[in-house]
Structures are given as C-alpha cells and as structure tokens.
C-alpha cells in the first residue's frame, strides 16, 4: 500500500512570497489533515477535511492560509503571502472513516524556509 | 483547553529499558497514541490505548495509562539504537462534529540511546 505522498520536500522562498504545498493521501481515505510542525513543537493541526469538506479550520490563519480539496482526493495547502514566522514543516496525513482508532497515517512532510 | 506535556530529552544505554512519560488535561480524551518522528521523516504510529484500558503490550513496547492521573507512559524494552528518534504523545477527544478524529500533540520527547 502507498503512503501519503507529499510534494516539495523542501522550499526556501523569500518573506511576502507565495508557496503551495500538494498532498496525496492514502487510497481510500476519506479524511485528510495538514499539520504545522515548527521545530522544537508538537504538530499542530491547520486544517482537517472530510471527503471534499473542511471538519475543522479554526487554527487556520485564514488572512494568509488557505486550503483545498478538489474530488475528495488530492489537497494543495497555499501561503500567501509567507511570513518569517510560517518557517516550518507540513505534514499531511490521512485516516480511513471509520477506523475507531483514528488512526492517522503521515506524509514525509514539506520543510518550508522563508528568509 | 486541552494540553499534552513531555519531558524533552531522554538519553539511554543501549539493551536498556526506555520510559518516556506524558501528561495530559482532557478527561474526554478517548484515545492516546505514540508517534516517532525519526530526522527528516513524518510520524510513524507505534501504539495507541483505548482510554478504558490500563496496559497494552506490543512486542517491545508497553503502553500504561492512569486515567485518574491523566498519565501516560511508552517503556521500550531492550532499547535498541534504532530507537533513538523523537516520541510524540497525542490524544484524541471524545468525538464530536468539530473534533472527529483531532489530535492534540505534546512536544515531543527526543530519545538518544547510546552504545
């Protein structure tokens, strides 16, 4: 079974620039979350869909952030414009509806450097 | 709201046993996991409880909740130096429509095992 792909792996871009991060979760699953990991964190979740639907965005800065999930599959998660402060890591991951557990599988994740 | 704390470092001997603690504030939490984080990569599920239960033993690995307490603890037995990586504790609150499936991430617990 794949993983959850995601892709860059890696970008540096300059403050006040836009930066667009892709996801591709797990086959299947319908529900698929982005996280921000800052270094020395925790992750901390930015946005949570279920099929083509947002569940939960209220730690989303939603001035800057903005996320979407065409077809129930893919998802692309947008910056603009980027802050020094939005130097992090993204992760996506994705769970299979009606796993009891919840269980969440993660992506590689996109390390993101804004200078 | 809720919080989930880590103690930050742990350094262990190689073939000894690794305890790594966690506290938690959500008495509705329903689920609580462990993460590893290895350099450069996502979070690799290693185990979760069921809030009702008090132990769950996975090959190495031993999972012990005290609900009155709200502790959670992961010993590993015969830590290996594969082991070292950064452990996460999560919880998932009982289930509602803005929280299905929600996780809530300590800072993470970076293990080093040493030969």
């Known amino acids: 079974e794949a993983g959850v792909a995601q892709s860059p792996r890696y970008k540096i871009i300059e403050k006040r620039q836009s930066v667009a991060f892709w996801c591709n979760p797990i086959?299947?699953?319908?529900?698929l979350y982005w996280y921000q990991q800052i270094l020395g964190q925790g992750p901390k979740l930015l946005i949570q869909?279920?099929?083509?639907?947002?569940?939960?965005d209220s730690q989303l800065p939603k001035d800057r952030f903005s996320a979407e999930r065409l077809k129930g599959v893919d998802s692309t998660l947008k910056i603009q414009p980027a802050k020094l402060e939005d130097s992090a890591v993204y992760l996506c991951?994705?769970?299979?509806?009606?796993?009891?557990?919840?269980?969440?599988?993660f992506g590689p994740g996109t390390r993101l450097t804004v200078t | 709201g809720e919080d989930v704390e880590q103690s930050l470092f742990l350094s262990v001997r190689e073939g000894d046993s690794s305890v790594i603690n966690c506290t938690y504030t959500?008495?509705?939490?329903?689920?609580l996991y462990w993460y590893k984080q290895e350099p450069g990569a996502g979070l690799q599920l290693l185990t979760y409880?069921?809030?009702?239960?008090d132990m769950k033993q996975d090959q190495r690995l031993t999972v012990l909740l005290n609900k009155k307490d709200k502790h959670l603890s992961l010993r590993i037995a015969d830590t290996q130096t594969g082991d070292s990586a950064i452990y996460f504790c999560?919880?998932?609150?009982?289930?509602?429509?803005?929280?299905?499936?929600?996780?809530?991430f300590g800072a993470g617990t970076q293990v080093v095992v040493t030969p």
């Open positions: 991951a994705s769970s299979f509806l009606g796993v009891p557990s919840y269980e969440q599988y």
């Open positions: 086959s299947g699953h319908a529900t």
């Open positions: 869909f279920q099929n083509n639907g947002v569940v939960d």
């Open positions: 959500d008495s509705s939490s329903t689920y």
């Open positions: 409880i069921f809030s009702n239960m």
């Open positions: 999560a919880e998932t609150p009982l289930m509602t429509t803005d929280s299905w499936g929600k996780l809530q």
